[in-house]
């Protein structure tokens, strides 16, 4: 038996911390008989070790009351759950170095969280930066039906002098367009972290914002999880959001 000093000797865990997992029932020593001392099993060492490395991986204490009640099979599960998310963070941390060792007196570009959203889409033809009158027709057509638009999207899908996009409109889950014959695809965009610029002005210039973007992208060493889309907020058709992305958030 050790009492709570010989014990955090013993374990290199101070006794206020000590004191914290009793609290929160992770560790719990027993009491003396007479003066209620506190003392611990031998064997509680590695148990104080392994509590003291999950909160050092930044898991929760709610995690790790549940994790220590678990069988074996869950805590295995449990175990590749945590890996999982670590993993995500330590690559949301990698995309936040990038863009702040990143050429400081760059500052159009910008990291954009995209969210997740129903998307439905229809393919056009014309030339680029000529297809304000397609996103136009998409959004009448979905007024037709009384469905609002939260955001519009241009996604190139092939061509150098006469493009072929695909033209995309966020809309309400609850929204019915099963009458539409525009729309040729949908799907449920999933949140991603991008890298970014805005744009307003003569549209017939965008491509030399494209190209800026993606050599800003190839510069810092990121890597592209998706294609470069425009987004239009709303229906203001004036200015656009021009992102890539780089980095899954999220599930699938």
């Not at 027993?30 to 490395?53: C, F, H, T």
């Not at 204490?61 to 963070?89: F, G």
């Not at 019915?176 to 799907?187: A, C, N, P, R, Y």
């Not at 914002?209 to 810092?220: A, E, F, I, P």
Request: glycine share 8%.
């Amino acid at each position: 038996m050790l009492s709570i000093q010989e014990f955090s000797k013993r374990s290199g865990i101070p006794k206020s911390t000590l004191r914290f997992y009793e609290e929160k029932g992770l560790l719990m020593p027993n009491r003396k008989e007479g003066n209620g001392y506190r003392v611990y099993q031998e064997e509680q060492i590695d148990l104080a070790r392994l509590i003291v490395s999950l909160r050092l991986a930044n898991v929760p204490i709610s995690d790790i009351q549940t994790y220590l009640l678990a069988t074996e099979p869950a805590q295995e599960q449990m175990k590749q759950s945590w890996i999982r998310l670590l993993n995500q963070q330590k690559a949301l941390l990698d995309v936040q170095i990038k863009f702040l060792e990143s050429n400081s007196s760059i500052k159009e570009f910008f990291l954009y969280e995209r969210k997740r959203e129903r998307v439905v889409w229809f393919l056009a033809e014309g030339h680029q930066g000529e297809f304000g009158a397609a996103l136009l027709r998409g959004i009448e057509e979905l007024n037709k039906y009384n469905v609002a638009v939260r955001n519009s999207y241009l996604q190139y899908a092939s061509g150098t002098e006469t493009v072929k996009a695909w033209i995309g409109f966020g809309i309400d889950n609850s929204s019915d367009i099963s009458s539409s014959t525009l729309f040729e695809k949908e799907e449920m965009i999933n949140e991603a972290l991008c890298v970014a610029t805005t744009f307003q002005g003569d549209f017939s210039n965008i491509g030399s914002v494209y190209r800026s973007l993606m050599k800003y992208v190839s510069d810092n060493g990121y890597i592209s999880t998706g294609s470069l889309m425009e987004k239009y907020h709303g229906d203001n058709l004036k200015q656009v959001t021009m992102m890539i992305p780089v980095m899954k958030l999220g599930g699938e």
